[in-house]
């Protein structure tokens, strides 16, 4: 097991206050599952009629919940969401879909939920067969103890190696009437020792149907958790939802169907807050980080080649052991643009570090100041802006630096 | 500067000899282009006639010797090799090809050689000047003191953070002839500090056509140099190239003008040799490593698809530290499977460390012995072999372990 290590020094210094949202409560448990001493099981109940969204790991060898949730997914309702970690139930083959089921019909029993209205996910250590009894000890004190304000300690309960519970809240307004936005994440990078996960879920009660919830979402993600990378490794089990329980509409908010509809512009914003500051908390809680980098590539071709090249930089351990190091080492992000198989021309390119240009047409920049570069390297919130040159492709991604820790959290857990 | 580091613990115990190849002498010399008291300029002067081939990064940012030898590969013909480390001349813009012209200048005046014939590369730091001046005051020298045995001097003086210099050699018979293939390379990685570059130069007796050359080095580099990888950031300066002499002739070897022709069939086992020998020791050279990593994976949907598997898993960074940490860690195998993108089933997926099967059939083997596999990771050559169960696409590539030493080389360089 690895040690424990201390919270992140890039973990955010108080939790916002987290508005109730009627029609969904929060419980959790200790079942054991592979921790002492700490809950590893949460349970969200939500009224009937909730509406679900959700986007998915690209991996091809998803886990076993994760082929669960996409399965039922497609009914767009959502009752209950039983997340454990400790054990991913990944690369568990026909035994982890077994277990999945299981899990669902233990759930279904305790909570009255339909199968079809009930989801799942699991973080921790891959390949160990997942244990479903261990939720049957626990399922009906979680149900009993299920409580609107238990946000903060149900972010806590599906932590692995994360030093920090990540949440985050936004309020919008949908025709004139307030609608909360509330959200958890967990994820430290692809998280030590073999675990593997990214989990977030987010809840309103704005009264929006399924299929527009599912379209706000998969664009929301383009800018926020698909624009984060702590070691460019890809969980078997990344999952973010969305759920609407609708109860603002007692309030007056407008039911609505088409992710289209121009009411929902302050929704997206709000959305797109409470995404991107959790992907940034799981940035902040990389394995070994010591600094938050912003980087920011412009003048691409496109906005996809933008994002591929932004991507390479971010990637890269050579940028990335160079910004542990405080150099602001331009000729490795020339490397990394170069490397990205995308159109870059040495001679138009462009470099800065924070407001300093290093770099520009194709040569150090003779007007920067070393001293003041260096100083600025020191911070702890690096930002790196590279002008392509080329075109108006635009892209944002956000990353974290590569020290000897990274390495000591998932190569030294075995000492 | 990085501080000095010992000589890499998987560095070959001795060097092979290597027999003259008649046509081409070596000479080295401290040039002081950034090195105190060691050599950093090597000549290779080549008899009239000599045929060349050669294949360069994919990098969209090449340096400026790279562009200047690509356009001069055009010729097929080579005079004279320059090579010079500790500047790269990367991202130095128009001024880096005015001092590569002027460099071919002054190689051109003390070889007498054509500026079509003289090949050029540098290596070391990215986007400071490279003084061409600093070729003037030894080129005179260079020329005079080249001596067909001086290929490990040459080896030696080209490189920057590697450990140890990289020679390999090889007989091969034309026709009953027997022709020398030998070679040399630099390369540890991307090398630090922001130094980037992997340089290899492939000479042999054997007289074989500009193109035929051309054809079997683009062929063989594929299973050798493209094969390999440290930390998957692609060099500015990547530059392999190989010579032919043609003085084989003398001894009876017949002309050969096609790579098709049969009789290459010895001369192309003994190319591809060469040049997975010299692949594999700038991975034994790995920034930091302490182990040896074979890669294969089959079973996958074609090649292509087996290849970016194979590299997927050697460019994870949670591979790679468990590996540093000794352990058998399949599970992240499993997700780095599952992130390259291509086809996979997690329930026919089959994972060996050595001659242990540690996975299979979507589940940890129930058969493996958990000692043994321990004590075979506690070694410094690791065979990790993947059974993908859907194709017979087969790959085999090299990496090596990811240790804290890596990242402080690359990361503490301004301590």
């Known amino acids: 097991m690895a040690k424990p290590v201390p919270v992140s020094p890039l973990a955010p210094k108080s939790y916002p206050e987290l508005p109730v949202i009627e029609g969904v409560r929060f419980a959790t448990a200790e079942a054991?599952?592979?921790?002492?001493?700490?809950?590893?099981?949460?349970?969200?109940?939500?009224?009937?009629?909730?509406?679900?969204?959700?986007?998915?790991?690209?991996?091809?060898?998803?886990?076993?919940?994760?082929?669960?949730?996409?399965?039922?997914?497609?009914?767009?309702?959502?009752?209950?969401?039983?997340?454990?970690?400790?054990?991913?139930?990944?690369?568990?083959?026909?035994?982890?879909?077994k277990s999945t089921k299981q899990t669902a019909d233990i759930a279904a029993k305790a909570t009255g939920a339909p199968l079809g209205e009930i989801f799942l996910a699991s973080t921790g250590v891959i390949g160990e067969p997942l244990?479903?009894?261990?939720?049957?000890?626990?399922?009906?004190?979680l149900v009993k103890n299920a409580d609107p304000s238990g946000l903060l300690e149900a972010a806590r309960a599906i932590m692995t190696t994360d030093t920090f519970p990540k949440v985050a809240t936004a309020v919008a307004q949908i025709d004139g009437v307030d609608v909360i936005i509330n959200g958890m994440a967990k994820g430290a990078g692809m998280i030590a020792p073999d675990m593997a996960?990214?989990?977030?879920?987010?809840?309103?009660?704005?009264?929006?149907?399924?299929?527009?919830?599912?379209?706000?979402?998969?664009?929301?993600?383009?800018?926020?958790?698909?624009?984060?990378?702590?070691?460019?490794?890809?969980?078997?089990?990344?999952?973010?939802?969305?759920?609407?329980?609708?109860?603002?509409?007692?309030?007056?908010?407008?039911?609505?169907?088409?992710?289209?509809?121009?009411?929902?512009?302050?929704?997206?914003?709000?959305?797109?807050?409470?995404?991107?500051?959790?992907?940034?908390?799981?940035?902040?809680?990389?394995?070994?980080?010591?600094?938050?980098?912003?980087?920011?590539?412009?003048g691409a071709a496109s906005a996809a080649a933008a994002k591929r090249i932004a991507l390479s930089i971010a990637?890269?351990?050579?940028?990335?052991?160079?910004?542990?190091?405080?150099?602001?080492?331009?000729?490795?992000?020339?490397?990394?643009?170069?490397?990205?198989?995308?159109?870059?021309?040495?001679?138009?390119?462009?470099i800065w570090f924070g407001g300093f240009r290093v770099a520009h047409k194709g040569l150090r920049d003779p007007g920067y100041d070393e001293?003041?570069?260096?100083?600025?390297?020191?911070?702890?919130?690096?930002?790196?802006?590279?002008?392509?040159?080329?075109?108006?492709?635009?892209?944002?991604?956000?990353?974290c630096d590569l020290t000897k820790e990274y390495v000591a959290i998932n190569g030294d857990y075995r000492s």
């Open 197 to 298: 996960t990214m989990l977030s879920y987010v809840f309103t009660d704005a009264p929006i149907a399924a299929q527009a919830l599912q379209a706000m979402l998969s664009k929301s993600v383009q800018g926020s958790f698909n624009a984060i990378t702590v070691d460019s490794d890809t969980s078997t089990s990344d999952t973010l939802m969305l759920f609407a329980t609708g109860t603002a509409a007692k309030r007056g908010a407008p039911r609505i169907a088409d992710a289209a509809d121009r009411r929902l512009a302050g929704f997206k914003r709000a959305l797109d807050t409470v995404l991107l500051d959790l992907a940034h908390q799981v940035v902040r809680d990389g394995e070994g980080c010591r600094k938050f980098v912003e980087i920011v590539v412009e």
């Open 32 to 97: 054991g599952i592979r921790y002492k001493g700490r809950t590893d099981v949460m349970l969200a109940l939500m009224d009937k009629g909730t509406q679900a969204a959700g986007v998915f790991t690209r991996s091809k060898c998803p886990s076993a919940p994760v082929d669960w949730c996409r399965a039922k997914l497609k009914g767009g309702k959502a009752r209950a969401l039983l997340v454990n970690s400790g054990n991913a139930n990944a690369f568990t083959g026909k035994t982890g879909a």
């Open 315 to 350: 990637n890269s351990p050579l940028v990335k052991t160079a910004i542990a190091g405080e150099d602001a080492n331009w000729g490795r992000v020339v490397m990394a643009v170069g490397k990205a198989g995308e159109k870059a021309d040495r001679d138009l390119l462009a």
């Open 131 to 141: 244990d479903a009894g261990k939720f049957d000890g626990v399922m009906d004190d």
């Open 371 to 399: 001293q003041q570069v260096s100083a600025y390297m020191r911070g702890d919130k690096i930002d790196l802006r590279v002008d392509i040159g080329l075109g108006k492709g635009r892209a944002t991604v956000w990353t």
